[in-house]
C-alpha cells in the first residue's frame, strides 16, 4: 500500500514537480516572514525528493526529503523560541488604534518585496536559459538531464543570492541549506552511495543546528535592545 | 586496527561524551579534554598507525605527513584546551571542539593516497575528506559563536565560505571522474583544475574569500578564534598539499603554483596593510594570520621542495604567536569589553602577563626575530627571493605591516595608571606557566628552527613535487 502512494506520487509529471521546485525556491528569496519561509522550505525538500524518484530508487530520494523535513522542525522550534524575529515587547502591543491604516494582504511579503521579486524573477531566468543551453550529462535521459539541471542551478543560484543579500541569519542559513539542497539534486543522481548520502545528510543536519544557534543569538541581541 | 588511524578518531570523541557527562567539574572535564588529544598525539608519535581502517565502506589510511599533522593538530588542540579552562567557564567548548577535532582527523585520513587520472588508473575521490572536514568546520561554530548576545557576523561569513566549497570540490570530483574516463576531454581537466582551485583559496581564506578572518577574530573568544586558525586553517592547508600532492593533474600543472603564489602574494599584502589599519588587537590578530596564510602560500607556490619545507615552517611556527595572543587577549577581555586600543589601555600595568601574551603573540605572528614567526618567514623569503624580488617585497611589506599595526596599540597598553589605586591582577600559577612556557618555546623555535628540521624533511620526502 504504502509502496503503491509512493510510486504514485513518484508519477507526478516532471514539469509540474520542476515548476513547483522553481516556485518554493523563489518564494525562499521573496518572502520575509519566518513562518512560510520555513513552509517553502520544507515544500523545497519534499520536490526535491520528487524530482529524485526519475533518477534514483525511491527509498534514497525518501531519505532526501526526509533529512529535509527533519531540518524544518528545528528551524520552526528556533524560531518560535525566538519569537518569530520580532522583539517580545510586538506581543505585548495594544490594539491599534481605529484612525491607524489598515494593513494590506501583501504585508506579509515585508517591506522591498518588489525587489525580491524581480531578482528571483532574474535569478530564474538565468539559471533556466544556462541549464537549457548546458545541460548536465547526469541520465541517459535528456529531459530528465535538463529538469535536474535547470532544478539544481535554480535552487542553487537563488540559494547563493538568499546568503548574500541578507544580515539575518535565518535567511543566510535558508540560503545555505537551498546550496547544498540544490547540489544535491545533481549529485545524488550522479553518486548514489548511501555513505555519501549520509555524510551529506549530516552536513545538513549540523548546518541546520548551527543556523538555529547564531538565529538564537541573532535575536537575543534584539530583544535586549528593544527592553 | 590498534595501529591504523582508530585511536586518532576515537580519543576525541570519547573524550567529547566524556566532557559532556562531566559537565559539572569543569576542572576535570577541561584535564580530559587536554589529556584525551594529547594521549592521541602520543600514540601517533610512537606508532606509525599506517594500518588501513575500514571506515564507512572505504579504507583511512594514515601516510607520514599526515600523520605528524595530526600529532601537531592534536597537540595544538591540547594546549588550546588548558587556555581555555584557565580563561573560560564555558564547558560546551570541550565536546564540541572535540568532536570537531575528531572530524577534522577522519577528513585527514580520508584524503585521496594517490589519483592517477591521466594514467587510467581508477579515480579514487576525496569527497568523504570534503564532507568529513566541513562538518568539523560546521562544528565550530558554536564555540566560536560562545554564547554572546547577537554576534553573528563574523561567523556567518566564515559559515558561507565553507558551506559554498562542498559543492565545488564535489563537482570537481565528479568531473575529474568523467575525465578519468575520457582522458582526451581537456575542458573536464580545465573545470576540475579550475573548481579544485576555487574551493582551495574559499576554504584557506585567501583574499578575497578572507571576510570571516578578521570579524571572527575580533567578536569570537580569543582561544576559539584560534582553534579555527591554528587547527581547521591548518587542516585546510594540509588537505591542499594532500589534493595537490594526489591529483597528477594539479601537480603537474605549473599554473597551479603560478596562481597559489599569487593568490599568496595579494594575501599577505593585503593582510599587512589592513592590520596596520585596524585599532583592534583581535582585528589584528586577524589580519596577521591572513599575512601568515599569503607568506606559506607564496613559499609553497615556488613549486620547490624547499618551499615546501618553508611553508610547513610558516604553518607550524604560527602556532605559538597564535597562541600566545589569543591567550593574551582572552586575558585581557575578562575585564575589558573588546579588543580595542582604548578599551586595553594601560593593560601592562592592569594585567601584565596578558599584555605580554599579547605583544609577544603579535610580534611572533609579524615575524620578528629572535620569536618562532620570525624562522618561518625568513625561510619564505629566501625562497620568494629566489624566484622574484618583487614577491619576496611583498613579504617584507606585510611583515612591516603587522609590526606597525602592533606598535600603534603599544601605546596605549603602555600608558601608565592615572588612578594609583588600581593594583594589577593578580593571575593564577597555571595561567603565569602557560604564558611563560609558550614564551620559551616561542623563543627557542625562533632561535633554534632546526629541531623542526628531521619531522618537516619527512614530511616533505613523501608530498610529489614534479619539477
Known amino acids: ?227 | 586496527m590498534i595501529f591504523s588511524p582508530l585511536p586518532l578518531i576515537a580519543l576525541p570523541l570519547i573524550a567529547a561524551v566524556l566532557t559532556a557527562l562531566l559537565r559539572r567539574w569543569g576542572s576535570f572535564s577541561a584535564l580530559i579534554a587536554a589529556l584525551f588529544p594529547a594521549a592521541a598525539a602520543l600514540i601517533a608519535i610512537l606508532y606509525p598507525l599506517n594500518s588501513p581502517l575500514p571506515f564507512l565502506g572505504r579504507d583511512l589510511y594514515l601516510t607520514t605527513p599526515d600523520r605528524y599533522a595530526l600529532i601537531y593538530l592534536y597537540l595544538v588542540a591540547s594546549a588550546t584546551f588548558l587556555g581555555v579552562w584557565r580563561t573560560t567557564a564555558r564547558w560546551t567548548y570541550y565536546p564540541v571542539a572535540l568532536a570537531a577535532l575528531a572530524s577534522i582527523a577522519a577528513a585527514l585520513g580520508a584524503r585521496p593516497i594517490i589519483v592517477e587520472v591521466v594514467g587510467g588508473r581508477p579515480f579514487d575521490p576525496f569527497n568523504y575528506a570534503v564532507l568529513l572536514f566541513a562538518i568539523g568546520a560546521v562544528l565550530t561554530i558554536f564555540p566560536l559563536q560562545g554564547g554572546q548576545p547577537g554576534v553573528t557576523v563574523g561567523m556567518l561569513r566564515y559559515l558561507t565560505f565553507i558551506v559554498i566549497g562542498v559543492p565545488v570540490f564535489l563537482a570537481s570530483a565528479w568531473i575529474l571522474d568523467q575525465y578519468s574516463q575520457s582522458p582526451d576531454a581537456v575542458n573536464l581537466a580545465q573545470t576540475a583544475t579550475a573548481l579544485l582551485l576555487f574551493g582551495l583559496l574559499l576554504w584557506l581564506a585567501v583574499v578575497p574569500f578572507h571576510s570571516w578572518l578578521p570579524g571572527v577574530a575580533s567578536e569570537s573568544p580569543p582561544l576559539s578564534s584560534a582553534f579555527v586558525l591554528g587547527i581547521v586553517n591548518v587542516a585546510a592547508f594540509f588537505l591542499m598539499l594532500d589534493l595537490v600532492s594526489g591529483i597528477r593533474l594539479l601537480n603537474e600543472n605549473p599554473l597551479v603554483f603560478d596562481v597559489l603564489r599569487l593568490a599568496g602574494v595579494i594575501t599577505a599584502l593585503v593582510g599587512g596593510a589592513l592590520a596596520f589599519a585596524q585599532r583592534d588587537f583581535g582585528r589584528i590578530m586577524g589580519y596577521a594570520v591572513l599575512a601568515d596564510i599569503g607568506v606559506a602560500l607564496v613559499a609553497y607556490g615556488t613549486h620547490t621542495t624547499a618551499g615546501l619545507s618553508a611553508a610547513l615552517f610558516v604553518i607550524f611556527l604560527r602556532t605559538f604567536g597564535l597562541g600566545l595572543m589569543s591567550m593574551g587577549l582572552a586575558l585581557a577581555r575578562t575585564e575589558a569589553p573588546d579588543d580595542t586600543f582604548v578599551s586595553l589601555t594601560s593593560l601592562a600595568w592592569r594585567r601584565p602577563w596578558a599584555a605580554v601574551g599579547l605583544i609577544v603573540g603579535a610580534f611572533s605572528l609579524a615575524g620578528v626575530p629572535p620569536l618562532a614567526g620570525f624562522a618561518g618567514r625568513w625561510g619564505a623569503l629566501q625562497q620568494a627571493a629566489g624566484s622574484d624580488l618583487g614577491t619576496s617585497l611583498a613579504l617584507v611589506l606585510s611583515s612591516i605591516g603587522v609590526v606597525a599595526g602592533m606598535l600603534r596599540g603599544l601605546q596605549y597598553i603602555l600608558r601608565p595608571i592615572d588612578d594609583p589605586n588600581i593594583q594589577p591582577a593578580r593571575e593564577s600559577t597555571l595561567t603565569i606557566a602557560l604564558i611563560v612556557g609558550a614564551l620559551v618555546l616561542c623563543v627557542i623555535f625562533g632561535l633554534f628552527p632546526d629541531l623542526l628540521s628531521p619531522v618537516i624533511r619527512h614530511m616533505t620526502a613523501s608530498y610529489v613535487i614534479v619539477p
Not at chain 1, 506520487?9 to 520542476?18: D, H, M, Q, W, Y
Open chain 1, 1 to 227: 500500500m504504502n509502496v503503491d502512494i509512493a510510486k504514485t506520487i513518484a508519477a507526478l509529471p516532471g514539469t509540474a514537480v520542476l515548476i513547483g521546485l522553481l516556485i518554493a525556491a523563489a518564494l525562499l528569496v521573496i518572502l520575509v516572514n519566518w513562518r512560510l519561509l520555513i513552509l517553502a522550505l520544507g515544500a523545497q525538500y519534499i520536490l526535491i525528493g520528487l524530482m529524485l524518484t526519475r533518477v534514483v530508487p525511491i527509498e534514497l530520494a525518501a531519505v532526501k526529503a526526509l533529512v529535509g523535513i527533519m531540518i524544518c522542525p528545528v528551524l520552526y522550534i528556533t524560531a518560535r523560541r525566538v519569537n518569530w524575529g520580532r522583539p517580545e515587547e510586538d506581543e505585548t502591543e495594544e490594539e491599534p488604534p481605529a484612525d491607524r491604516p489598515r494593513r494590506r494582504w501583501w504585508h506579509i511579503l515585508g517591506a522591498g518585496w518588489p525587489v525580491r521579486l524581480i531578482v528571483a524573477v532574474l535569478a530564474l531566468a538565468i539559471s533556466i536559459g544556462l541549464a537549457s543551453r548546458s545541460p548536465l550529462p547526469i541520465v541517459a535521459d535528456q529531459a530528465a538531464s535538463r529538469d535536474l539541471t535547470t532544478g539544481a542551478f535554480s535552487v542553487m543560484l537563488l540559494g547563493l543570492i538568499n546568503a548574500a543579500l541578507s544580515e539575518n541569519p535565518l535567511k543566510v542559513g535558508l540560503g545555505l541549506l537551498s546550496i547544498l539542497a540544490g547540489f544535491e539534486l545533481f549529485y545524488t543522481a550522479v553518486e548514489p552511495t548511501l555513505t555519501i548520502v549520509g555524510l551529506l545528510g549530516l552536513t545538513n543536519l549540523f548546518l541546520a543546528l548551527a543556523i538555529s544557534y547564531l538565529t538564537t543569538a541573532w535575536a537575543s541581541r534584539r530583544s535586549e535592545v528593544s527592553a
